[in-house]
C-alpha cells in the first residue's frame, strides 16, 4: 500500500520532468519538419522587356552551398534598367529588403517605375502579393526602407533610358497592410535638388524614422515620419571634407551610431544621432580605397565594408561603436574584379557579397574575421547588366 509521502513524490516526479518531456516532443517535432534556414534574395534586373525583371532566391544548405529555390527566379511584374554606357553601378544599396519578421519582400523595378512585394513562404519561395507592383511616386526607384508600417522608397531620377528632365528626385512613403499591399500616403512625396542622386533610405528600428542619404549632393538626413506619411527633416550633416561624397551607411544595433561610406577619401564616417538629428564624430582609414557598401553583426562587434573598385571587404572591430578599428583586408578570390551588396547571415558564419554576376559566400570565423574558398554562384538574368540587392532571411 503506498502511503501519501509515496504519492507526493511521485506526483512531484511527474510535475518535473513534464516540462523536459514537453520540450523534448517540440525539439522532435521541429527536427521532423527541418531545419532552419537562411534565404537569400536579390533582383536580375532584367530590363529586356515590360515585365521580365525576377528576383533570384537561394537557400544555404548550412555549408555555404547555395541552393536555387523552386520557381527562382520570381517575375516582379516590373523592368530593371539596361545601362546603354556599359555602366555596372546603380550607386544605390536595399533594392531589395525583407520586414524584420522575414514574412514580406519588396523590390525596386527601375525602369517600370514600380514597386514590387511578395509573400515569403515557410520554405522560402514567393509568392506575389496581390495588387503589386504599384507605380514608386517618382523615376527610377533604388532603394527602400521599411518603417513601422511605412516603406519609404528612394527615387533617383537617374535611369538613362528615361526622360527626366521635368522629374526630380524624391522620397515617397506607402502604408503597408498586413498583407503586404501598398497604399501611398497622399501628400508624403518630398522633392530632392536635381542631380542630387539619392541612393539610401535607413530606417531606424523601433521608430518612424530613417536616414536619407543623398550621394552627389552630399547630405544625410534624419526624418521622422508623420502619421499621416509625410516627412519631416529634424537634421542634415554633410561630409566632413569637401573632397568627399556619402555611399553605403548603417546603424550600430545597441548604440545610436551610424556608420557612412566616405569614398573620395577611402574612409568610414562615424556619427552619433538622437531625435533631434545627426553629428560627426570622426573618421577612420581604409586599406582597400572607395568604401561603398557596409553591413555590421548583431552584437555590434564587427564592422563590414565593401570597397567597389578593389574588389576587396575590410572588417573592422566596433566594440567602441565610436573608434573603429580595421583588423583585416580581403582581396576577393576568382577573378572578381568589383564588390557592391553585402549582407551577413542572421545565423553568422557567413557573409554574402555581390560581385558582378555572382554572389562570393565567405566564411566568418569565430573572431569576425572572413575567408574567401567556397565557388561563387553565378547568378540569373541578362549578361548585359548586373544584378542588384541582396536580402537575408532566416526560417
Keep these: 500500500m503506498k502511503t501519501s509521502q509515496t504519492i507526493r513524490s511521485a506526483s512531484y516526479l511527474m510535475n518535473f520532468h513534464r516540462p523536459l518531456a514537453l520540450l523534448a516532443m517540440a525539439f522532435l517535432a521541429g527536427a521532423v519538419q527541418g531545419q532552419v534556414k537562411t534565404y537569400i534574395y536579390g533582383e536580375t534586373n532584367d530590363g529586356s522587356n515590360a515585365t521580365a525583371n525576377g528576383i533570384f532566391a537561394y537557400s544555404n544548405d548550412g555549408s555555404g552551398n547555395m541552393v536555387t529555390l523552386a520557381g527562382s527566379p520570381y517575375l516582379t511584374g516590373g523592368a530593371g534598367v539596361i545601362d546603354p554606357s556599359g555602366g555596372t553601378e546603380n550607386d544605390a544599396d536595399q533594392e531589395v529588403i525583407a520586414n524584420p519578421a522575414g514574412t514580406l519582400l519588396y523590390a525596386v523595378n527601375g525602369h517600370s517605375n514600380t514597386i514590387s512585394g511578395f509573400t515569403i513562404n515557410a520554405d522560402g519561395t514567393l509568392t506575389a502579393v496581390p495588387g503589386l507592383p504599384v507605380d514608386s511616386g517618382g523615376h527610377n526607384p533604388v532603394s527602400l526602407g521599411l518603417a513601422g508600417q511605412f516603406l519609404v522608397v528612394v527615387n533617383k531620377n537617374e535611369d538613362p533610358n528615361q526622360d527626366n528632365t521635368n522629374t526630380v528626385p524624391n522620397y515617397t512613403t506607402f502604408t503597408v497592410s498586413p498583407n503586404g499591399s501598398l497604399t501611398l500616403n497622399p501628400g508624403s512625396t518630398l522633392n530632392l535638388p536635381q542631380g542630387s542622386s539619392p541612393s539610401q533610405a535607413l530606417a531606424i528600428p523601433g521608430t518612424h524614422s530613417f536616414f536619407g542619404m543623398q550621394f552627389l549632393i552630399p547630405l544625410i ?175
Design 221 to 395: 538626413t534624419n526624418y521622422r515620419i508623420k502619421s499621416d506619411g509625410t516627412l519631416q527633416n529634424r537634421g542634415s550633416i554633410g561630409p566632413p571634407s569637401v573632397d568627399d561624397v556619402f555611399l553605403g551607411e548603417i546603424l550600430h544595433p545597441t548604440h545610436n551610431v551610424i556608420y557612412v561610406g566616405l569614398p573620395g577619401t577611402s574612409q568610414v564616417g562615424v556619427y552619433k544621432y538622437n531625435s533631434g538629428g545627426i553629428a560627426f564624430v570622426r573618421s577612420v582609414p581604409n586599406d582597400g580605397g572607395a568604401i561603398c557598401w557596409l553591413a555590421i553583426d548583431a552584437a555590434g562587434d564587427r564592422l563590414y565594408t565593401g570597397e567597389t573598385e578593389s574588389a576587396t571587404i575590410s572588417v573592422y572591430n566596433v566594440h567602441s561603436p565610436s573608434n573603429p578599428v580595421e583588423l583585416q583586408h580581403l582581396q576577393l578570390s576568382s577573378g572578381a574584379t568589383t564588390v557592391s551588396n553585402i549582407v551577413l547571415d542572421p545565423a553568422g558564419g557567413y557573409l554574402y557579397a555581390l560581385v558582378a554576376r555572382t554572389i562570393h559566400i565567405l566564411n566568418v570565423d569565430a573572431n569576425g574575421l572572413l575567408s574567401d574558398t567556397l565557388p561563387p554562384v553565378s547568378l540569373p538574368g541578362p549578361l548585359s547588366e548586373k544584378p542588384l540587392g541582396l536580402a537575408v532571411v532566416r526560417k
